[in-house]
């Protein structure tokens, strides 16, 4: 029983000491996977440059979970900083300001691309968003009737595709980058093969209608992938006739195991997504609590380093790890943005 | 008597005693298969898993054994003081304030001298840039902030070479494929070709991977603070748990009645024991973070939950050492006058201590690999700095494996099953103390 009252003893004085020390010394951030490498890259050169500010903390975690801890609240035990791969939703926003976290600076830094790759030694493929559309809808149109996906390899998709069962690994239902691939990719296959008009003729409403057309099929030939793009890539090694999707970055740093095809006749480059000539890409941003730039030190002189050229600008770090830059005027116009203190 | 005497040369001629005899043989046989087989099946379910424990540990030492060495340029740096202290204020604080190229450019002008190269030769200047890791300059620039002595001398530097050049030099970027689908490009090649003849470039034990802290560069990239928050978090375990445990574990034991309400906890701990981590970790967050203000990311926090987890194994064993201690010692104890707590103290517990430790120990261990709760409570994070108290943000050795695995960079790769490496061995050594702690301490009644 001694024991026990001394043991108690301890935690009460543990978390006493704990309470005092919590006055916020260093930067929180949290958030979306896909911003993480460029926020930790960001990070560590702030840590670098500024000796006498410590380095910011950095967390993973994903898009809407970082926003969840974002909106608990303004306080020393609270994230400053959100990641998002995805600009916030509007029941989130309502959310944080119910919290107490009236004013949120969105910061837009650049935009992601997202890749269709196969095995090396494969052939090329160049799609079109139809082909996606009707290699894993869950509904296709087939003679004119929406039917349950009839197709089972990729040479009944379109002549000329090899004669490969379908196997496509896509990002799973809470990846930040599934939306991307349901809107500029499903959606957009399903209304170039007049699908959307044959859900809507067939009774459905607009939205409903997109739904339908966001539907992957579930019988195994689209398999959704919530890890990492390393688990994707471990697909399509063992699996060689798969086809996997994958960020501009994960590809560039793995040239030598995937090919790339084209969409709509468009490479992805760098050049190609910051020109906005490639279709399947996405803005990704991060959010700030303003009631937190004058507290926390070093946090606004971190959001203004984040937004430097030497930063995200084109011959970045970031970029070099697979960032798509945001043309000069628009890093220009976010930043003026911040300085103006303008909030959602 | 006499009748069984006379019947017995009867037998050996074969009657119905013979036949008696005969069946037990064939019992027998069967019974013998039957064990053989049972072996055999023992035999064969045993070799399977070494062989797997073989296969597992084949690839993880095999994908990691490389990352203990690692890659790096040794260049004569000129520590010119003009550069370094152009206002001749050679202080730390003046060091690390100032023109942060001022770094680059030392690095740039050694370079030069190391390749032999044109000063006006600037794109040779950056191909051999490329080489060398991001994080060379702030290197030097934390180098020479700690020993200002070395402003105005000239002395060889070790320079990290890049994770990419790093994986080609251990052939894990391979130079047979194309060039446009490799990292090292073909003048990248030819420098290293040239580093190496000279023998600047050279294979150097990996320290780093154990001192330094995170970093998106996968060369200065260590275990550091994961090591050392991993530390805190074993001793706010074994500071708590121990105690509370043990004491725990002596009053259900010795001293509580057997009612409905000690079976209840009983059945509950054993309950506890069996409650998948992660939501250990739920409870960390709602409790510790969320209710009592603790910070996130914080070791304390994590050693607070692993607390959690273990406390039920540590009970459990305590318990069991406590049976095992013979009723006479404690009958001895208290015929001989000793109250109930001196027999429990003077006399069980220690012949307990070794089933006590090995449980403690084992729970430790266990704590030491777990990560589920760990990433609801924060502990999977970027950090840089090392964490001075419990309470300073850190990571976690299973947390940093975690998030090496993620990385696409092939310098990565080996760093994760390097760092698996550097778990294993400490789980390795905890459980053999546990050993040793059990034949040290043994009693036999």
């Known amino acids: 029983m001694k024991f026990s009252t001394a043991a108690s003893a301890i935690v009460l004085g543990l978390s006493a000491t704990g309470t005092a020390a919590l006055a916020a010394e260093q930067i929180h951030i949290a958030g979306s996977s896909t911003v993480l490498p460029y926020a930790t890259i960001v990070a560590e050169a702030f840590a670098e440059a500024n000796p006498n500010f410590k380095a910011p903390i950095v967390e993973g975690g994903g898009t809407g979970a970082g926003l969840k801890e974002f909106c608990k609240g303004v306080g020393d035990d609270t994230i400053d900083i959100a990641d998002a791969s995805r600009p916030i939703k509007a029941e989130e926003l309502d959310a944080c300001k119910a919290a107490g976290v009236t004013e949120v600076q969105e910061i837009r830094i650049g935009y992601d691309g997202i890749v269709f790759a196969s095995d090396i030694k494969g052939p090329d493929f160049a799609y079109e968003p139809a082909d996606w559309f009707n290699a894993i809808g869950a509904q296709v149109l087939k003679d004119g009737q929406l039917v349950d996906n009839p197709n089972a390899k990729w040479s009944d998709v379109k002549a000329g595709f090899p004669d490969w069962d379908i196997a496509a690994y896509i990002p799973g239902e809470k990846h930040g980058t599934r939306e991307v691939f349901e809107l500029n990719v499903l959606l957009a296959g399903c209304k170039a093969t007049k699908a959307y008009d044959a859900f809507i003729a067939s009774g459905l409403a607009k939205a409903d209608a997109e739904k339908a057309c966001a539907k992957v099929r579930k019988d195994g030939k689209a398999v959704d992938i919530d890890g990492e793009y390393n688990e994707t890539l471990a697909r399509i090694d063992s699996n060689k006739t798969g086809i996997g999707v994958f960020g501009l970055a994960f590809y560039e740093n793995n040239k030598d195991k995937l090919k790339v095809a084209t969409m709509s006749g468009i490479s992805p480059s760098v050049e190609t997504i910051a020109k906005g000539e490639y279709p ?51 890093r220009e116009q976010v930043l003026a943005d911040f300085q103006a203190g303008k909030t959602l | ?35 053989r087989r049972f072996r055999a099946y023992g035999l064969a379910a045993v070799t399977i898993a070494l062989c797997f424990l073989l296969a597992l540990f084949g690839s993880i030492v095999g994908k990691g054994y490389t990352a203990f060495q690692q890659t790096r ?40 001298k190391t390749l032999e190269l044109d000063p006006d030769d600037e794109d040779g200047l950056y191909d051999g840039l490329d080489l060398l890791s991001k994080g060379s300059a702030p290197m030097l620039r934390s180098m020479i902030a700690k020993d200002p002595s070395l402003i105005g001398t000239k002395r060889s530097v070790d320079f990290y070479a890049t994770g990419d050049v790093d994986s ?98 009983e059945v509950n701990i054993n309950n506890l024991a069996a409650v998948p981590s992660i939501v250990y970790g739920l409870l960390g967050l709602a409790v510790f973070i969320n209710f009592a203000h603790l910070p996130r990311s914080a070791s304390l926090v994590g050693g607070l939950v692993l607390t959690l987890t273990t406390l039920p194994t540590i009970i459990i064993a305590t318990r069991a050492a406590l049976k095992a201690v013979p009723p006479s010692i404690r009958e001895a104890g208290l015929g001989v006058g000793a109250s109930k707590m001196q027999t429990v103290f003077h006399h069980v517990l220690p012949l307990a201590m070794p089933g006590v430790l090995t449980g403690t120990i084992i729970g430790l261990a266990h704590a030491l690999g777990e990560t589920a709760p760990l990433l609801m409570i924060g502990m999977k994070a970027f950090i840089v700095e090392y964490p001075t108290t419990p309470l300073d943000p850190a990571t976690a050795l299973p947390t940093q494996i975690y998030m090496w695995a993620t990385e696409p960079e092939r310098a990565f790769t080996e760093r994760t099953s390097a ?16 050993i040793i702690l059990r034949r040290a301490f043994e009693r036999r009644w």
């Open chain 2, 419 to 434: 760092a698996i490496i550097v778990l294993l061995a400490f789980l390795l050594a905890m459980n053999s103390l546990a």
């Open chain 2, 1 to 35: 008597m006499t009748e069984a005497a006379s019947r017995l040369p009867v037998s050996r001629l074969g009657g119905p005693e013979v036949r008696a005899i005969s069946r037990i043989d064939i019992g027998l046989r069967r019974r013998y298969a039957a064990e």
């Open chain 2, 73 to 112: 340029i040794a260049m004569m740096v000129d520590f010119d003081a003009s550069i370094i202290a152009p206002d001749g204020d050679r202080s730390p604080a003046a060091v690390l304030s100032g023109n942060a190229f001022r770094f680059d450019d030392l690095i740039a002008a050694s370079l030069q």
């Open chain 1, 280 to 330: 399947v890409s996405r803005p990704l941003f991060f959010y700030v609590k303003k009631a937190h730039l004058g507290v926390v030190p070093g946090l606004k002189d971190y959001v203004e380093f984040f937004l430097a050229d030497q930063m995200i600008g084109p011959r970045s770090p970031s970029v070099a790890k697979g960032l798509v830059p945001a043309p000069k005027s628009e």
């Open chain 2, 168 to 265: 080609f030099v251990k052939g894990t970027i391979r130079a047979d494929i194309p060039e446009s689908q490799r990292l090292i490009k073909d003048k990248h090649i030819a420098l290293i070709d040239k580093l190496e003849k000279d023998g600047a470039l050279h294979l150097a034990f990996n320290t780093g991977l154990f001192t330094n802290g995170a970093s998106t560069r996968p060369e200065m990239a260590g275990v550091g603070v994961a090591l050392v928050g991993s530390l805190y978090m074993m001793l706010v375990v074994l500071v708590l748990s121990l105690p509370l445990g043990v004491a725990g574990s002596i009053y259900l034991e010795e001293f509580a009645p057997k009612n409905r309400w000690t079976d209840l906890i």
